[in-house]
């Protein structure tokens, strides 16, 4: 047997990182919206008991530190289950980019296994697996938009925002993400406006959106790869309505809602970042059954 799911990254249109916690976390405001550029997760069912990982990325691990082999092991735990599964990760999301890829293909098994062993978790018990994983799982779970507080775990899901591209690019390096907080100072560090995005979604006002995009972690990661600031110069420069770097970055991404300026967008970045791409927002919420 075999089951296949889609895997999509996300974007930060509004993170803000409000204190580090005494568990080490911290404390953070976002609104996440998924977008239409996904890895592919197919499950086969092995004869033996045991987890495979099989990646088309090489530098992706294909053992327990993938995030899909965590999230089959939790559920083989959990549901007391003796059978083996290979998980084949085909990668279209740049690796270590603030596009929460990981977290997508940990969701993505979640809900996969869920389908192969006939579990009938609901989604508020796949939520609970993923956050075990990690803290962008549990939005990967659920996809669409929504805000997420505590940790990144804390959802509450709203209205996509109104359709437009997002063309997105990855400069040639990658950043952890542990690092990036561990290098920021909260005191001198930007906060956006989470509430007036939110509300910005709700009225449907697009370019309200692109003038509140906004990103606690964005000044630590510029301060790192110069690249960031060349991008984002360069995409607003070409006619983008708003731009911004997600997550803990590198990875930039330009809003428009012309294709044809989407197009030059695009073409004129291909010339010198390796990894450049353009999608839509994904609408609604990913169905889950
Ligand atoms: P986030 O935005 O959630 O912080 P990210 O998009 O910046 O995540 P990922 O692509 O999830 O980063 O990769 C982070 C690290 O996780 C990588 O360095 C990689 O070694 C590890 N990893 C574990 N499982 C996976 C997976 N399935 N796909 C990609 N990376 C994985």
């Not at 009938?120 to 018990?125: D, I, Q, R």
């Not at 507080?149 to 209205?159: F, H, N, Q, T, V």
């Not at 790869?225 to 330009?254: C, N, W, Y």
Request: hydrophobic share 40%; net charge neutral; charged share 20%.
């Amino acid at each position: 047997m075999k089951v296949i799911e889609r895997a999509p990254a996300k974007i930060n249109l509004s993170l803000d990182v409000i204190r580090k916690r005494n568990d080490g976390f911290h404390e953070v405001n976002m609104v996440m919206t998924t977008i239409d550029l996904s890895d592919r997760i197919e499950c086969t069912a092995l004869d033996t008991d045991q987890i495979k990982i099989n990646s088309s990325a090489s530098f992706v691990p294909e053992d327990a530190r993938n995030f899909a082999y965590q999230a089959a092991k939790l559920i083989k735990q959990k549901y007391n289950i003796h059978q083996g599964v290979l998980i084949n990760i085909l990668k279209e999301i740049p690796v270590a980019a603030g596009l929460a890829g990981g977290s997508s293909d940990a969701a993505a098994t979640i809900r996969a296994l869920n389908k192969m062993w006939n579990l009938k978790m609901s989604v508020e018990e796949m939520m609970a697996i993923g956050e075990e994983v990690g803290s962008d799982v549990p939005f990967c779970i659920i996809g669409g938009t929504a805000i997420a507080k505590g940790r990144g775990e804390k959802l509450i899901p709203i209205a996509s925002p109104p359709p437009c591209w997002v063309i997105l690019a990855k400069p040639p390096v990658s950043v952890s993400t542990a690092e990036i907080y561990q290098s920021l100072s909260l005191n001198n560090a930007p906060h956006p406006d989470v509430q007036a995005m939110v509300q910005a979604i709700e009225n449907q006002d697009y370019f309200q959106i692109c003038a509140l995009l906004g990103n606690t972690l964005e000044s630590v990661t510029l301060s790192k790869v110069q690249e960031v600031s060349q991008i984002k110069a360069h995409m607003k420069r070409m006619g983008a309505d708003g731009v911004l770097m997600s997550g803990s970055g590198p990875t930039v991404f330009g809003l428009t809602r012309y294709e044809s300026r989407m197009q030059r967008i695009y073409n004129s970045l291909k010339g010198y970042c390796p990894h450049v791409y353009a999608v839509h927002l994904c609408r609604g919420r990913e169905p889950l059954e």
